[in-house]
């Protein structure tokens, strides 16, 4: 089945310094996705991308669609406290801008910023 | 409602013993998903429901887990002769055509 290799699993910074964690996928996917993770929560949607080579920025976060369609990064700048949280990856096979469909997670980063 | 409700938040149960989750999706929300997050790792797809059949229900993992749902709306998972092994949290989410998953906060299963 398909599956999402999802690097690094954790990371320790200090607070001001960019992130960046990335996803590969062993096939391709038509929507790539994702999510932030706090305790005791559901993931929540931070990015969605739905067109290969898609650059998208929400405030300090950006992500992309690979050329290839088989792997996104995100990268956050100038982290600060509240970042963190564990983040995950998400790939949807089907295409056509729809919402429908089961996700494909990959296993999360553990992000902790120091202060 | 205003975001996906799932009830119990927390369930202890002794092996062997059946147990269900409940799942209230958003409001107009078509489709409705299960998936299950085991400590430490991401998220495992379960079931997904569209309106109240399930075109995919590929993750399940055994004949001991079941899923319905009736009237476009609440969802039960049903895990029967619980194993410590189906200890996890149960994630339920549901999605408008275009609109992107919303995620509820999850009932976490503890098997004894």
């Known amino acids: 089945g398909q599956q999402l290799n999802q690097s690094p699993q954790s990371m320790f910074i200090q607070e001001g310094e960019d992130v960046s964690m990335n996803c590969t996928s062993s096939s391709i996917f038509n929507t790539w996705l994702w999510y932030k993770q706090d305790p005791g929560e559901g993931p929540v949607l931070l990015i969605a991308l739905y067109k290969a080579g898609e650059l998208t920025s929400n405030g300090r976060l950006t992500a992309q669609f690979g050329i290839t369609r088989k792997d996104s990064f995100l990268n956050i700048s100038a982290s600060i406290p509240s970042d963190v949280g564990i983040y995950f990856c998400a790939g949807r096979a089907n295409a056509g801008g729809t919402s429908y469909g089961k996700l494909t997670f990959g296993q999360g980063t553990i992000l902790t910023v120091h202060p | 409602g205003a975001g996906v409700s799932q009830s119990p938040s927390n369930k202890v149960t002794e092996k062997g013993k059946d147990v269900e989750l409940r799942c209230d999706p958003i409001?107009?929300?078509?489709?409705l998903y299960w998936y299950r997050q085991s400590l430490g790792q991401g998220l495992e797809f379960l079931i997904y429901?569209?309106?109240?059949?399930?075109?995919?229900k590929s993750g399940l993992p055994s004949d001991r887990f079941s899923a319905e749902r009736t009237g476009g709306s609440v969802s039960t998972l049903t895990i029967q002769r619980t194993q410590q092994e189906d200890s996890a949290v149960y994630l339920c989410a549901s999605s408008s055509y275009a609109g992107g998953y919303t995620f509820g906060s999850g009932t976490r299963l503890t098997v004894v």
């Open positions: 429901f569209q309106g109240n059949s399930a075109p995919d």
């Open positions: 409001s107009g929300h078509t489709a």
